[in-house]
Structure formats: structure tokens, C-alpha cells
């Protein structure tokens, strides 16, 4: 086949167009094909169109008429069916169309006659209903590129309903994915107060709603509602009944109390009072109306946020501007306030100041929304002034969070420092760390109903005194790691784990071990963390110079410890928290610590790799030792019946 392209001027088109004139041979025939000719067909129709020649229609769509011919419209199955049926339109000469609007219907017409279309951002949604409706394929397809070329999150809640209305499956899940991955900003923009109860109902019920706060999704809410109020009040109940309002903030529940929206409803002002009352007399659940026990779905954190709080309690600052100074005594400056950490938010806050001037080695713990601050250094442990103390100090308090109020208790049977301490079934244990009195590992109690110090438990055997204590269903865990000498070999280090619970009730010691094995690692060099689970303990080990930790688990009610690798039906969702060291010591042989970490398993990573994205840092803006560190929980603490300070970073 032979091919010969000119380029013609077409008058219609107002540019030049190439013609193609094809030949081929086929035994004593020869074909000639002009396939310009279906160009020039369309182009002359059109101008027939302009001119009003030989047209045979008339499509009438609102108060516009368009004049055009029978057989273009054909083209589309909508008017093929239309013309081939029985309608009475088959013969008529006017049509009227309903359910799209002059300025769609015009936009097709024209495509129709020429092939080509231009579409921008004001007539998309014109064109698309009218497109769909005449079943126009191709131009639908253009419309669906035109959305995802400008596809962004300031028009995802756009997209994702046209993609419901006109069946872009692929865009719809990839818009509405990013509208819950990106509520709180997306909720910022004008396009959002477009949407109806339904279509916000439907985001707020979403499993997958994702933010940082539930405050913010709050005043997205109250922003909705602003826009249109005598409008959207009939929604307001249905939509506060899926805002957790035990994640909000006392402060913001009394401000809503007293929007007019809020206050026009008795059941939305009883929802809203009701969150508010439950915050301040301490409860972790609570009832929608009087009878009605909310769904424990609404009380389960949103993805994105947490129940997770870490306080950070005294210690001295080491910053670095410092750290060339000779004289260890101005290395630091003491932090003599609590400060708590928000992972959320990743914010740090100031919670208080401490009621005593001793900045150091005090022991932090928590229960019933008061944290027990025990113990105490005056000074670091390199300060050899002989006009000053360093020896571990008897001081105890007590710190109510909701109040903001400091009550000293009486004074410890011996001074302690360094030490750990729990509660458990209604008593404060301190264990380890150095006393004024014996340098053997002991342990104190207090009892917080009597307020009385009383006679501490005995204490087991242990190998080592490197113990990590925490409580669990009235029982004080201590979980240690210690070199087994008797089972070790010359090219294999065998490391022992043993947990010891004493049950307070029964006042009853035992324990269990397993041991564990790690090829070329010391001891020392592995971190070890403990945490609280659905009333278990649970316990992470961490070579320092790796990054494959191993989970342990201390079934409490069994007395068993296993190793969770060969759990297969468990179900997990723990966070492992603590503090960050230097890997080189800065000051004499003290460990400042720079960052919060946290170790964070589901059901599916604990069974598959540990890998470092379960692993979360957040810097402190200094280095920090001496220091008492408590992780806890915001519904434990009473989190939310306050407002505290950030600190700036």
C-alpha cells in the first residue's frame, strides 16, 4: 500500500488538517481511500448546523433549542434507542430532555459534531450528568482523566462524589481513603461545609477516620454546623452520638454547652453534659441518655490517636552550649517541675512544679488520677561538694492531676533513690534503687487507705539487680535478666528471663523463668521493657546494636511465661514505652537520656517482621538524667479535665 500526506486548510476547523489518500492493488483492482472524508463529513454537518441548513430536530433542554440533524444524534445510543422505538419522538421534530442542564447539553452537541471537547473545573459536573445520562462513553472517560490529572486533597471530596455517581471505582477508594487519612485538613476547606449530614455521618462512622485529636474533629463539626444551622439541626444528635466525646476536653464540652445548636437540643446538650460530668468525676465510660449504656465501639480510639501519656519527673538538664564547660557542677540545670509527653499530638507540656527543691532520682508512679512521687537526690550523682547531700532522701508525695494540688505524706522508713515503685490492691511499693540505711536490695510499702507506712513484704531470691517492677490484677511483677553460668557454653551466651509476682491478697511469692538465647550479645547490651496488656505483662527485649526484638509473655493468672512467637492464636495491640540513651556516657557514668520511645505491636507485626517503622523517637530538646519516667494512660490520669501548657521545642 502506498501512502501520500498533503496538509489542506479546513475553514471550519480554522487550521490545517492531513489528508491521507491510501491506494492499494488486488489482482486488476485497485481501491482508492480518501480518509479525510469523514472529517470533511462532520465539519460540513457542522456548519450546516450553524447556518441552519437541512436540519430535521429540534432538542430542547430548560429554555434553550438546539436545531441539529436526527441522524448526529443517532450517533449516541441514548438518541439510537430514542429514534429506532416507538416513541412518539421518533418522529417528532422537537424533543424536550429533562435532567441536565442547556450548557452540558451543548458542550456534547458540539463533541458530537466535531470530535473534541474542552473541559475545565466550573463545567465538569454539567458535563458529566449529561454525558452519563446520553451515555456519551468517551466523553465520560475524558472526564474521568480530567479528575485524576488535578486530583488533589483540595478537591478530593469532590472527586470522591462524582466517582460515587458516575462509578470511577479506583478514584473513589483513593479519594475517600485520603479524605479519612487527612480528615482534620480537609474538614479546613470550603468544599466541606457542601457536604450533607448523610455524607458527614458517613466519614464520622468510618473505621477508618483518621486524626490526631478528636478535638479537631469537633470544631470541624461545629464549623459544619455554623454554615447552616436551621438547616442542620436535625443532624446534630445522630452526629455528636459518633463523636468520642471522652477524648475531649473538659474545657471545649463547656463551650459546647453553650452553643445555641447544642442548647436548641435537649438530647445533644444531655450527650454533651453527661461526657463532661462522666470527665470530672473520673469515669472511663459512660451513658448517651439516662439507661443507655454507650456502645463500646464509641469509646475505642480513632486511628491516629492513642490512651498513651509519658511523664517525665525532675532530673537535670544537660544542654549543649554546656558541654564544653570543665566544671561539672554548671553542666546542668535542674528540671525541678513534671512535664508530660502527648504521642499523639507529639507534644511536650508542663504539668506542675515540684513542691520540693531535691531535683533528682525520684520514683514516679500512678493510680486514680494521682501520681506518687517518692524519694530523691538534692544533687547529680558527680557533685562531691562537701557542704552539700547526695544521700537518698525520705520525702513522699502525692499529686492530684484534675486538681493541680500537692499533699506531702509522711516520710519514708528509709531514704531511697534510683528506686521503682508501683501500686497494687490499695498499696505504694517502692522497690531497689540505694537507701540511706543498707546497701541490699530492699523494698518499703505505704498504704494508701491507712496513709500509713507498714511492714514491706520479704523478698525472694534474686539473681540480679537489674529488675523491672510493675503491678498487674493486684500483683507486684518483677521481670529481671540474668546470665544463666550453669547452662552457658564458650561459644553460645544463654541468657535467663525470670518473673517474680508477689500476690498482695495472699501475700504470696512466685515465679517462672525461660531461658534466652543470643548469639554474640552481652547482657548489658540489651534493653529491656515491660508493659501491662489485657491484664497481662508483656516483655520486650532489644539488643541494642540490632533491631529484631523478641516479646515475651507472663500469663498472670496462669503463672506462666511463653515466648509470643509460639503464641498462634494470640491477639496483641501493645506499646512498649521508655527513654532513649546516648550511646556514649557524658557525664562520669551516667546515661543522659535524649529521646521517648516506643515499640508498638498489632496482631499482624508480632508474627511477622520487626521491622524499625514499629519503632517511634521523639527528640528532647535537651539530654535529661536523674530523671523518673512513667508511662500511663489518659483515661487513667485524668487527661482531658485539664489544660496544660506546650513547651516549646
Given at each position: 500500500m502506498?501512502e501520500?500526506e498533503?496538509?489542506?486548510?479546513?475553514?471550519?476547523?480554522?487550521?490545517?488538517?492531513?489528508?491521507e489518500?491510501r491506494?492499494?492493488?488486488?489482482?486488476?483492482?485497485s481501491?482508492?481511500?480518501?480518509?479525510s472524508?469523514r472529517?470533511?463529513?462532520l465539519?460540513?454537518?457542522?456548519s450546516?448546523?450553524?447556518?441552519?441548513?437541512?436540519?430535521d430536530?429540534v432538542?430542547?433542554?430548560?429554555?434553550?433549542?438546539?436545531?441539529?440533524?436526527?441522524?448526529?444524534l443517532?450517533?449516541?445510543?441514548y438518541?439510537?434507542v430514542?429514534f429506532s422505538?416507538d416513541f412518539t419522538e421518533?418522529?417528532s421534530?422537537?424533543?424536550?430532555l429533562?435532567?441536565i442542564n442547556?450548557?452540558?447539553?451543548?458542550t456534547i452537541?458540539?463533541?458530537?459534531?466535531?470530535g473534541?471537547?474542552?473541559i475545565?473545573?466550573?463545567?465538569?459536573h454539567?458535563?458529566?450528568?449529561?454525558?452519563?445520562?446520553l451515555?456519551?462513553d468517551?466523553?465520560t472517560?475524558?472526564?474521568?482523566?480530567?479528575?485524576?490529572e488535578?486530583?488533589?486533597?483540595?478537591?478530593?471530596?469532590?472527586?470522591?462524589?462524582l466517582?460515587?455517581l458516575y462509578g470511577?471505582s479506583?478514584?473513589r477508594?483513593q479519594?475517600?481513603?485520603?479524605?479519612?487519612?487527612?480528615f482534620?485538613e480537609?474538614?479546613?476547606s470550603?468544599?466541606?461545609?457542601t457536604?450533607s449530614?448523610?455524607?458527614?455521618?458517613?466519614?464520622l462512622?468510618?473505621k477508618?477516620?483518621h486524626?490526631?485529636d478528636e478535638?479537631?474533629l469537633v470544631?470541624?463539626?461545629?464549623?459544619?454546623l455554623?454554615?447552616?444551622?436551621?438547616?442542620?439541626r436535625?443532624?446534630t444528635?445522630a452526629?455528636?452520638?459518633e463523636?468520642?466525646?471522652?477524648?475531649?476536653?473538659?474545657?471545649?464540652?463547656?463551650?459546647?454547652?453553650?452553643?445555641p445548636v447544642?442548647?436548641?437540643?435537649p438530647?445533644?446538650?444531655?450527650?454533651?453534659?453527661?461526657a463532661?460530668e462522666?470527665?470530672?468525676?473520673g469515669a472511663t465510660s459512660?451513658?448517651?441518655?439516662?439507661g443507655?449504656?454507650?456502645?463500646?465501639?464509641?469509646?475505642?480510639q480513632?486511628?491516629g490517636?492513642?490512651?498513651?501519656?509519658?511523664?517525665l519527673?525532675?532530673?537535670?538538664m544537660i544542654?549543649?552550649e554546656n558541654?564544653c564547660?570543665?566544671?561539672y557542677?554548671?553542666?546542668?540545670?535542674p528540671?525541678q517541675?513534671v512535664m508530660?509527653?502527648?504521642p499523639d499530638s507529639?507534644?511536650?507540656?508542663?504539668?506542675?512544679?515540684l513542691?520540693?527543691?531535691v531535683?533528682?532520682?525520684m520514683?514516679?508512679t500512678?493510680?486514680?488520677r494521682?501520681l506518687?512521687v517518692?524519694?530523691?537526690r538534692?544533687?547529680?550523682l558527680?557533685v562531691h561538694?562537701?557542704?552539700?547531700t547526695?544521700?537518698?532522701l525520705?520525702?513522699?508525695?502525692?499529686?492530684d492531676f484534675?486538681?493541680?494540688a500537692w499533699?506531702k505524706l509522711?516520710d519514708m522508713?528509709?531514704?531511697r533513690?534510683?528506686?521503682?515503685s508501683?501500686?497494687?490492691?490499695?498499696k505504694?511499693?517502692?522497690?531497689?534503687g540505694?537507701?540511706?540505711d543498707t546497701?541490699?536490695f530492699?523494698?518499703?510499702?505505704y498504704?494508701?487507705?491507712?496513709?500509713?507506712?507498714?511492714v514491706?513484704?520479704t523478698?525472694?531470691?534474686i539473681?540480679?539487680l537489674?529488675?523491672?517492677?510493675t503491678?498487674?490484677?493486684g500483683?507486684?511483677?518483677?521481670v529481671?535478666?540474668?546470665d544463666?553460668?550453669?547452662?552457658?557454653?564458650?561459644?553460645?551466651e544463654?541468657?535467663?528471663?525470670r518473673?517474680?509476682?508477689?500476690d498482695v491478697r495472699?501475700?504470696?511469692?512466685?515465679?517462672s523463668?525461660?531461658?534466652?538465647?543470643?548469639?554474640?550479645?552481652?547482657?548489658?547490651?540489651v534493653c529491656?521493657l515491660?508493659t501491662?496488656?489485657?491484664?497481662?505483662?508483656?516483655?520486650?527485649?532489644?539488643?541494642?546494636?540490632?533491631?529484631?526484638?523478641h516479646?515475651f509473655l507472663?500469663?498472670?493468672e496462669q503463672?506462666?511465661?511463653?515466648d509470643?512467637?509460639?503464641?498462634?492464636d494470640?491477639?496483641?495491640?501493645v506499646?512498649?514505652?521508655?527513654t532513649?540513651?546516648q550511646?556514649?556516657?557524658?557525664i562520669h557514668?551516667?546515661?543522659?537520656?535524649?529521646?521517648?520511645?516506643?515499640?508498638?505491636?498489632?496482631?499482624?507485626s508480632i508474627?511477622?517482621t520487626?521491622e524499625?517503622?514499629?519503632?517511634h523517637?521523639?527528640d528532647?530538646t535537651?539530654?535529661?538524667i536523674?530523671?523518673g519516667?512513667?508511662?500511663?494512660?489518659?483515661?487513667?490520669i485524668g487527661?482531658?479535665?485539664?489544660?496544660?501548657?506546650?513547651l516549646?521545642?
Open positions: 502506498a501520500v498533503s496538509l489542506d486548510y479546513n475553514s471550519d476547523l480554522g487550521c490545517y488538517v492531513r489528508m489518500d491506494t492499494s492493488h488486488e489482482d486488476d483492482c481501491r482508492y481511500e480518501d480518509i472524508q472529517d470533511k463529513i465539519a460540513e454537518l457542522n450546516q448546523r450553524h447556518c441552519g441548513d437541512f436540519l430536530l432538542v430542547k433542554v430548560q429554555d434553550m433549542e438546539f436545531p441539529c440533524h436526527r441522524a448526529v443517532a450517533s449516541t445510543p438518541f439510537k430514542m422505538s421518533r418522529s421534530r422537537v424533543v424536550q429533562h435532567g442547556s450548557d452540558g447539553f451543548s452537541l458540539d463533541f458530537l459534531y466535531t473534541e471537547i474542552s475545565t473545573q466550573d463545567d465538569i454539567d458535563i458529566l450528568q449529561a454525558a452519563h445520562m451515555q456519551v468517551k466523553i472517560e475524558y472526564c474521568q482523566t480530567f479528575i485524576e488535578r486530583y488533589d486533597l483540595s478537591n478530593c471530596l469532590s472527586a470522591m462524589r466517582s460515587d470511577f479506583d478514584l477508594e479519594a475517600r481513603k485520603d479524605t479519612l487519612s487527612n482534620y480537609i474538614s479546613q470550603e468544599e466541606f461545609l457536604l449530614g448523610q455524607e458527614l455521618l458517613d466519614l462512622t468510618d477508618k477516620l486524626v490526631t478535638e479537631n470544631d470541624a463539626v461545629i464549623r459544619w455554623d454554615h447552616d444551622p436551621e438547616n442542620r436535625t443532624a444528635v452526629i455528636f452520638q463523636i468520642r466525646l471522652m477524648s475531649v476536653r473538659v474545657s471545649t464540652l463547656m463551650k459546647l454547652e453553650l452553643h447544642i442548647q436548641d437540643s438530647e445533644c446538650l444531655a450527650i454533651v453534659t453527661g463532661k462522666k470527665h470530672l468525676a459512660w451513658q448517651v441518655s439516662a443507655a449504656e454507650l456502645d463500646e465501639a464509641k469509646v475505642r480513632r486511628l490517636t492513642s490512651d498513651d501519656l509519658a511523664f519527673v525532675g532530673g537535670w544542654r549543649e558541654m564547660d570543665d566544671d557542677a554548671t553542666l546542668t540545670t528540671l517541675s508530660c509527653f502527648d507529639e507534644q511536650y507540656y508542663h504539668v506542675s512544679n513542691p520540693t527543691p531535683s533528682g532520682y520514683s514516679v500512678s493510680v486514680e494521682c506518687y517518692t524519694g530523691g538534692a544533687y547529680p558527680y561538694d562537701p557542704d552539700s547526695s544521700e537518698p525520705r520525702q513522699a508525695f502525692r499529686y484534675v486538681t493541680n499533699t509522711p522508713p528509709r531514704g533513690a534510683g528506686h521503682q508501683v501500686v497494687a490492691d490499695g505504694l511499693f517502692l522497690v531497689g540505694d537507701t540511706d546497701s541490699t530492699s523494698m518499703d510499702c498504704d494508701l487507705e491507712e496513709q500509713a507506712w507498714i514491706p513484704p523478698l525472694p531470691e539473681a540480679s537489674d529488675l523491672t517492677v503491678s498487674c490484677n500483683k507486684i511483677v518483677l529481671e535478666l540474668f544463666d553460668t550453669e547452662n552457658a557454653c564458650s561459644w553460645l544463654e541468657t535467663k528471663l518473673v517474680h509476682v508477689f495472699a501475700a504470696h511469692w512466685s515465679y523463668d525461660i531461658p534466652v538465647l543470643y548469639f554474640c550479645c552481652r547482657l548489658q547490651s529491656k515491660v501491662v496488656a489485657h491484664g497481662n505483662v508483656y516483655i520486650l527485649l532489644t539488643p541494642r546494636d540490632s533491631y529484631s526484638p516479646m507472663y500469663h498472670v503463672g506462666t511465661l511463653s509470643c512467637s509460639e503464641l498462634e494470640i491477639e496483641l495491640s506499646s512498649f514505652w521508655g532513649q540513651y550511646e556514649q556516657n557524658t557514668q551516667e546515661n543522659p537520656a535524649d529521646a521517648i520511645i516506643c515499640y508498638k505491636f498489632d496482631e499482624d508474627r511477622s520487626r524499625t517503622d514499629i519503632t523517637t521523639w528532647l535537651f539530654e535529661l536523674g530523671y519516667f512513667l508511662a500511663t494512660s489518659k483515661s487513667s487527661w482531658y479535665c485539664r489544660d496544660l501548657y506546650k516549646e521545642h
